[in-house]
């Protein structure tokens, strides 16, 4: 018996150090098997910023505890989501609020609801059999982006504008939703009037702020300011979990945003759930977030971006400068530039000689690229750096591996 207990263990193989360790634990407190090496999954250092391609961000270890001690017991859903809601609404000074599986099914959940508001027959039609049903949402032409599918999932179809008397003239009786996307860079008409004009046809506005925390207040202002929905990530700047996100607004809208989620079975929503564990991560995600000093906060990332390059300083001809774009991602960047005919590697291949280096180190997508972030200025000449979502110490790090790379190539 002894032995045959001996032999199974040890045909475990590399999973018996981990048994192991978990074995000197006490009860309830198992030390975890760490599966991305069990996988081979590269562990990355973000030098880009919440990007959904390298997982977003990663929680703080107050929000990580609050979602393994969510993960102990079995609750309602039903509640959970209803008291997550009641109190991130008074928390964030609205008069609704859900928790949705991140902004683009808030995008999604939202129109839905516009939708379907005091019709619930309606919600089994969505998305193929809405000729019943009011689909139109009007948008700024320069505000469709890459998020429009979530919207459309609904069988919503946008009707665009350009100036402010053609959005006057675009309220039909199939209107049904006025879109705007907060970070665009272009569009004639302002916050204010797209509010203004949609409520004087009594049409409800929603207002996509995904990726536009920091500032910490923009979380209750631009309901304040009259949208009748906004959204907000739960994995960028708040650093929750990457699967949650806020749908925020009318209380009547965020009840019928709800009525098109999960757990029920028909509805546009039900594959969308988000787990207890999740709508505790971004319950407490919020209540880290809005008790940052956010100068403080600003202030540490724009030290690290000093950091690294005083640590790049001998690099020939490298130049830098710190920039915070408007509206997403406000937050301190690290634009690098230097001589290619001096330092003879393009931001392209440093990045990809970062990425494949030991550690993995992920610059800011907009590296080498005219067409980057919202607002970062970029070219095939730059070298960004996004700073917000390292860990401590991880920044010199990346100084040393950019000094490495950028010196070897110097000729
Ligand atoms: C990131 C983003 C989304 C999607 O957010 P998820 O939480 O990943 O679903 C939607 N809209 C904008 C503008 C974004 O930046």
Redesign the pocket.
């Known amino acids: 018996m002894k032995s045959s207990t001996r032999r199974t263990f040890f045909g475990m193989g590399a999973a018996a150090p981990a048994l192991l360790a978990a074995a000197k634990t006490q009860p309830g407190q198992e030390a975890g098997i760490d599966y991305y090496d069990k996988l081979g999954v590269t562990k990355i250092i973000n030098a880009a910023g919440?990007y959904?391609m390298f997982t977003?961000s990663v929680m703080p270890p107050r929000v990580q505890a609050a979602v393994a001690l969510a993960a102990k017991h079995p609750v309602r859903l039903a509640e959970l989501q209803k008291k997550a809601g009641e109190y991130l609404a008074s928390k964030l000074k609205c008069e609704g609020a859900l928790v949705?599986?991140?902004?683009?099914?808030?995008?999604t959940l939202g129109t839905a609801a516009c939708m379907t508001v005091g019709n619930r027959a309606a919600m089994e039609l969505l998305p193929n059999d809405v000729q019943s049903l009011k689909n139109e949402v009007i948008i700024q032409k320069a505000h469709r982006?890459?998020?429009d599918h979530?919207i459309k999932n609904c069988g919503a179809r946008f009707i665009e504008v350009e100036t402010p008397a053609e959005y006057e003239r675009a309220f039909t009786d199939r209107t049904v939703m006025c879109h705007f996307?907060?970070?665009a860079e272009q569009g004639q008409i302002s916050r204010e009037n797209w509010i203004r004009v949609a409520h004087q046809h009594q049409v409800p506005c929603f207002n996509?702020?995904?990726?536009?925390v920091p500032p910490i207040s923009n979380l209750w202002a631009y309901t304040q300011m009259g949208f009748d929905l906004v959204?907000?990530?739960?994995?960028?700047g708040m650093r929750g979990p990457?699967?949650?996100?806020l749908l925020l607004g009318r209380k009547d809208l965020i009840e019928a945003a709800a009525l098109n989620n999960n757990p029920y079975d028909e509805t546009v929503g039900r594959g969308m759930k988000v787990a207890k564990e999740q709508i505790i991560g971004m319950v407490a995600a919020v209540d880290w977030f809005v008790g940052q000093n956010e100068e403080e906060m600003q202030a540490g990332f724009q030290r690290r971006a000093e950091r690294i390059a005083a640590m790049l300083k001998d690099v020939p001809t490298l130049k830098y400068e710190i920039v915070t774009p408007p509206a997403?991602n406000h937050v301190p960047h690290l634009i690098l530039r230097y001589d290619q005919s001096k330092v003879r590697k393009s931001p392209l291949a440093v990045a990809e000689e970062l990425r494949n280096g030991s550690p993995a180190i992920e610059l800011n997508p907009a590296t080498g690229r005219t067409s980057g972030s919202?607002g970062l200025v970029s070219d095939e000449n730059t070298i960004v750096v996004g700073v917000w979502m390292l860990e401590p110490g991880e920044e010199s790090i990346v100084a040393r591996r950019l000094h490495e790379v950028l010196t070897k190539a110097v000729g």
């Open positions: 919440t959904t977003a949705s599986a991140g902004a683009a099914s808030a995008l982006y890459g998020y979530a996307f907060n970070a996509d702020a995904a990726a536009d959204t907000f990530s739960g994995g960028k990457q699967n949650a996100g997403a919202a």
